[in-house]
């Protein structure tokens, strides 16, 4: 293999490096966003709770249940 054939082939190799690091970097990031989405549905389905909770509570205090 000579110097041209050797950096050809190592400029490859990196490319394909650098290919897969970013295809895991997209992973992890879509992994985060994922994540964010059920934390914030989850924190959505909380708050929605103690809305209900609330109205039902002045419900009961001015008697209109």
């Known amino acids: ?3 041209s ?3 050809s ?3 490859g190799e990196a490319k394909g490096q650098a290919k897969e690091k ?3 970097m997209a ?3 879509s992994n985060a966003a ?3 989405k059920e934390s914030m549905q989850e924190a959505g389905s909380q708050m929605q709770a103690k809305a209900r909770g609330a109205a039902d509570a002045v419900k ?3 008697g209109m249940k």
Request: hydrophobic content about 35%; charged content about 20%; aromatic content about 4%.
């Open 1 to 3: 293999m000579n110097n």
């Open 5 to 7: 054939e050797s950096a």
């Open 9 to 11: 082939y190592h400029a």
């Open 22 to 24: 970013a295809g895991n």
């Open 27 to 29: 992973e992890k990031a």
């Open 34 to 36: 994922h994540s964010a």
């Open 60 to 62: 009961d205090a001015t």
